[in-house]
């Protein structure tokens, strides 16, 4: 007589104790994947900031004229167009020889102006981010700055002197784009304090 072969599988407990556990496990991980996920949107759009200075200093350095890079609305247009106006509250920018107001969607020329450069829409990117463009006081909204042939940032009036980026939701890392007026321009976070090399002076 055969005996009755032992029937493989799950029973309902057994699913219903293992989705539980997972469930438990999402809800652990999930704050922490949502502040990574913020954290590396100020991080992009703090280094595409940094990057577009660079840009700047450095065409202005190949030139030898004055480059000017400057933050302009809509924050989160990707491409830019014609609506762009200069601010001091976005993520976007353009670099140009002249103020790109209402011509942000011109190609990169030597002649047409705004004789763009290069020109950023941060695009839904941005969604969430604050920025705030200041001048050297700090308290001073600037939108920005020029770079000679020397490379040096120019100071006439309030130039932009550093771009402070962060999150709608605290908790989010605070990074600053520092630009000295020799030209250099640097990253540092807000939050770091003491001898850390990620301090901002």
């Given amino acids: 007589m055969l005996g009755s072969a032992r029937q493989r599988g799950f029973n309902m407990i057994e699913v219903a104790v293992t989705m539980a556990i997972l469930g438990v496990l999402m809800a652990a991980v999930l704050p922490s994947v949502s502040e990574y996920i913020r954290n590396t ?9 940094q990057n577009g200075l ?3 200093r450095a065409e202005a350095l190949r030139r030898n004229k004055v480059v000017t890079f400057w933050l302009v609305s809509p ?6 167009d014609n609506s762009c106006a200069v601010s001091s509250a976005s993520a976007s920018w353009v670099i140009s020889l002249d103020d790109p107001t209402g011509k942000c969607d011109i190609a990169p020329s030597l002649t047409v102006a705004p004789r763009t450069v290069e020109a950023y829409g941060a695009g839904q990117g941005a969604n969430g981010i604050t920025i705030a463009g ?36 605290t908790g989010a ?24 090399p990620r301090v901002c002076s």
Wanted: with cysteine.
């Fill in 75 to 80: 924050s989160t247009a990707a491409p830019l």
């Fill in 134 to 169: 200041l001048a050297s006081d700090g308290t001073t909204a600037a939108s920005s700055v020029s770079f000679n042939g020397y490379g040096q940032a120019l100071q006439t009036g309030q130039p932009l002197s550093r771009i402070d980026v962060s999150h709608s939701n």
């Fill in 41 to 49: 949107h100020v991080r992009s759009i703090a280094e595409s900031a």
């Fill in 173 to 196: 890392r605070r990074l600053r784009i520092q630009i000295s007026t020799s030209g250099g321009v640097r990253m540092c976070d807000r939050d770091v304090t003491g001898s850390d």
């Fill in 54 to 56: 660079q840009r700047a």
